[in-house]
């Protein structure tokens, strides 16, 4: 896709479009599994306030309390990496508390018949 442009940042320092009063839109799908729990409220705001009005911040996280350390990563080895799982009521509540509304979410049981072992959780807020 050469007419697509990409740009690496820290996640915690999201800016609005340049052409625009916001996103429609910021997806953090499985982009908060390696922050620890005390860094997730400001990681949660910083993804939501550039949302423009109307606009959606769309999560997908490990459900849990526990970190899970893993060495293999679809059948390769990988240096140890850790993945963090969230308390799914410490999620909503860093969701409403970045000022969003209309909070929907839910968890869903691992599919087992992929190897998965935690509970994933899914969470929806809009900018008002």
Do not use: C, K, N
């Amino acid at each position: 896709h050469p007419d697509v442009h990409f740009e690496v940042g820290d996640l915690r320092q999201l800016m609005r479009p340049a052409a625009a009063a916001g996103w429609g839109a910021v997806l953090g799908w499985y982009s908060l599994i390696h922050l620890a729990a005390s860094e997730l409220p400001g990681a949660v705001a910083a993804l939501a306030r550039p949302l423009a009005p109307g606009g959606l911040l769309v999560l997908g996280l490990h459900a849990g309390d526990d970190v899970r350390r893993v060495t293999r990563w679809f059948e390769v080895e990988v240096p140890a990496l850790d993945f963090v799982l969230h308390d799914a009521a410490a999620v909503v509540a860093a969701v409403r508390a970045a000022g969003l509304a209309d909070v929907e979410w839910y968890l869903r049981g691992p599919h087992e018949w992929r190897g998965e072992t935690t509970q994933r959780l899914y969470v929806v807020g809009r900018r008002v």
